[in-house]
């Protein structure tokens, strides 16, 4: 019988598992799991801090459709892992977390004085889908099996282990089977029944004015192939959630951008049937209520979704379909093509057409208003310069306050899955762990994020990381030296007459919402990468090209002009979703 460390069977189960790649700083405190990943192929990439490992193995995730893997040390590192767990729970990113903790006979409870300790498991517990520990060797298959199946189950989200240092690292003599998944948990995606795909059918063909919302559910199903295909059969319009953004190319003809507010409202009132999918009708979609949906009475809803709690949670449903979004779409367009429904050429397509060219005109009408500022690097340019610089199917990733509404509001999704922020949390300088973590999924593919200089300042150490680990990531910092979103709203409220006169206010009229400069150009060059710093907007492309270029990690410092940089467009629409619609 041979000997073997806690580690290294949760490197096999891991391998079992599918998967490739754990992302966490070394410790020795799991040192027996560090040697076992190399040992079976499995990469290990380690950032400066803890918080972005969770990042980076909830953007690889959200990628990938796999699972994503962290690991944090015992006390410090767990601590340092918090955040993380509660943003990738909250965006509903399958994350396994594993952390150690001192020997077991002094945690859980602490013995008195433990040094490096307090409670992972029960701290993570309310932060996660499940936290679990495991006090001994022979109880880590069965725990890990368990996380593993709970991670698979319902909505994703994050899931912990925390181990014992000693179970972790001490030698075992004891043979252990390290199972295949399909023999502890489903491994085939959950299947309507006929029944309820008819019953869709039947609903939706009978529609006058059909639309689908498409949540994040379509993105975790990586089903934005099938949601374009039933769309463009249904002749039906698609508004999105905004963690559902990403699951459509927004230049389809069936797309209707979140960028277009008035419109969504006025689809989303009109529409007679809504064909919901994997959205849970959140704040950022106004609980589907009115006056920004229709009344239930007048609207029929469709309502598919993995996990069951999700439905009708916030809208009433007249069809619940607990399902797997890609096996749900596949088997639905099957039965629209069995009854031969088209409406490509119909009454329906004219509608769609007419959504698609007001739009343009919108758009067109946005850039007239804002090619009148006279300044000489205008914010909404800068997503609208990437997106000319990087390819299609460059993950676009971003992050920040304001920075976050312009870049949202000016870039287009063009390759549905290559878009990423932290739309349920809004966590400033999630965004770079996001970059790290989606350019180590895709190597191949160009990786750009936009942020403010706030959310910078959060983890601009992972540029050395990045470096450090040959991840040419192009970093685009806009930099207004202030906390703006905050110091617009402190302007609003405590001076609205001098915001709209001055359009902004000195530093002693706000609280603590302006920022010194840091250079972030010069911050990439000392850690190894390539900087640029930009201050008009002829300089902006080819300081762009050059940071491709480098083929290394590249910081772009972009000034921007702080006063209009303020007035990103939408807040006012922002500011209403935070209040009950009346309706």
């Not at 994703?156 to 075992?172: I, T």
């Not at 008009?536 to 772009?556: F, G, M, Q, Y």
């Amino acid at each position: 019988m041979s000997s073997q460390t806690g580690g290294n069977l949760i490197a096999q189960m891991l391998r079992a598992e599918g998967v490739e790649v754990v992302f966490g700083i070394i410790d020795g405190s799991y040192v027996g799991l560090n040697v076992a990943l190399h040992e079976y192929g499995i990469r290990l990439v380690t950032p400066r801090h803890e918080t972005s490992a969770a990042h980076m193995a909830g953007a690889y995730a959200r990628l990938t459709g796999k699972l994503g893997v962290c690991i944090a040390s015992n006390g410090p590192g767990a601590a340092n892992i918090l955040p993380g767990v509660a943003v990738e729970n909250g965006e509903g990113n399958r994350v396994l977390v594993i952390t150690s903790w001192r020997r077991s006979g002094i945690v859980n409870p602490d013995r008195g004085g433990t040094y490096q300790y307090f409670d992972q498991v029960s701290t993570i517990k309310p932060m996660s889908k499940w936290s679990g520990w495991a006090d001994s060797f022979e109880r880590l298959p069965e725990i890990f099996r368990r996380a593993f199946r709970t991670s698979y189950e319902g909505r994703p989200g994050v899931v912990h282990v925390s181990v014992p240092e000693d179970v972790m690292n001490a030698p075992m003599a004891l043979d252990v089977n390290v199972l295949s998944p399909d023999q502890y948990r489903c491994v085939e995606p959950q299947k309507p029944s006929s029944q309820q795909v008819r019953q869709a059918a039947d609903v939706l063909e009978a529609a006058q004015l059909p639309m689908i919302h498409a949540g994040s559910g379509v993105i975790h199903a990586l089903a934005s192939d099938e949601l374009l295909s039933v769309a463009q059969s249904l002749g039906a319009p698609v508004t999105t959630s905004w963690g559902g953004r990403a699951s459509i190319d927004e230049r389809s003809d069936v797309s209707v951008s979140m960028a277009h507010q008035e419109m969504i409202q006025k689809i989303r009132c009109e529409s007679d049937v809504v064909l919901a999918l994997g959205t849970r009708f959140g704040e950022t979609d106004w609980w589907g209520k009115p006056p920004y949906w229709a009344n239930p009475k007048d609207q029929r809803l469709i309502q598919v979704d993995i996990d069951a709690e999700n439905i009708g949670m916030n809208k009433p449903v007249n069809l619940a379909v607990q399902a797997d979004i890609k096996t749900f779409l596949l088997a639905l367009r099957d039965e629209l093509r069995r009854r031969g429904i088209d409406r490509s050429v119909s009454s329906h397509a004219e509608r769609i057409r007419g959504y698609k060219q007001e739009q343009q005109e919108n758009g067109d009408a946005a850039l007239a208003i804002m090619d009148a500022m006279d300044v000489d690097l205008p914010s909404y340019q800068i997503p609208i310069t990437c997106q000319e610089v990087f390819v299609d199917d460059a993950v676009t990733v971003i992050d920040g306050g304001n920075t976050a509404v312009w870049a949202n509001s000016f870039h287009q999704v063009r390759t549905p899955g290559a878009h990423l922020m932290t739309y349920k949390f809004g966590m400033l300088g999630a965004g770079i762990g996001y970059a790290l973590g989606a350019k180590v999924a895709y190597p191949d593919r160009q990786v750009c994020c936009i942020l403010g200089d706030g959310a910078m300042g959060f983890h601009m150490q992972e540029v050395e990381t990045a470096v450090r680990n040959q991840l040419a990531i192009v970093f685009v910092v806009l930099a207004d030296r202030q906390w703006g979103m905050v110091k617009f709203s402190q302007g609003m409220t405590t001076n609205p007459e001098g915001m709209m006169e001055r359009k902004s206010l000195s530093g002693n009229e706000t609280i603590n919402t302006d920022l010194a400069e840091i250079k972030f150009d010069k911050l990439a060059e000392a850690m190894g990468g390539h900087g640029e710093h930009v201050s008009s907007l002829d300089e902006l492309k080819p300081a762009l090209e050059r940071a491709i270029a480098s083929n290394t990690c590249a910081v772009v410092h972009v000034d921007v002009d702080p006063v209009s940089h303020l007035w990103a467009p939408g807040l006012d629409t922002f500011k209403a979703m935070h209040l009950e619609p009346a309706g």
